[in-house]
């Protein structure tokens, strides 16, 4: 089992910017890939970002390319993403994730946390 534990949301303004973190505990944490997701309201979960076991490859959605940046400190047992250039649109509960390889692909994600709000104000 992977325990993880997301914080750092909160309410920004348009423009602004938030660090996200997720601690994990239990197994391993350098052995899993991970990911973050959110859900705004009235919406599916959609991928945001995942970061392989090592750090060494990154991938993300289009909407958010450019804006935020997923990294990982695997000495801490922690995945971060930072976001930039906040949307209003980008307003959701925000999920970190585990998997044994680096996917886009929500099902094959097998730890989840309990998210965080982000709000972004106009």
């Known amino acids: 089992q992977v325990q993880l534990v997301e914080c750092g949301g909160g309410l920004v303004q348009a423009g602004g910017s938030l660090r996200l973190s997720c601690a994990a505990s239990g197994r391993t944490f350098s052995n899993y890939a991970m990911g973050w997701f959110r859900q705004a309201p009235g919406k599916e979960r959609e991928f945001v970002a995942a970061?392989?076991?090592?750090?060494?490859?990154?991938y993300y959605a289009d909407s958010v390319k450019g804006r935020f940046t997923i990294s990982r400190d695997n000495a801490k047992n922690t995945v971060y993403l930072q976001l930039n250039s906040l949307k209003p649109e980008d307003t959701a509960v925000y999920y970190c994730a585990a998997a044994e390889r680096v996917v886009a692909v929500e099902g094959l994600y097998d730890y989840w946390g309990q998210g965080t709000q982000v709000t972004v104000s106009s």
């Open positions: 970061i392989s076991w090592s750090g060494g490859n990154t």
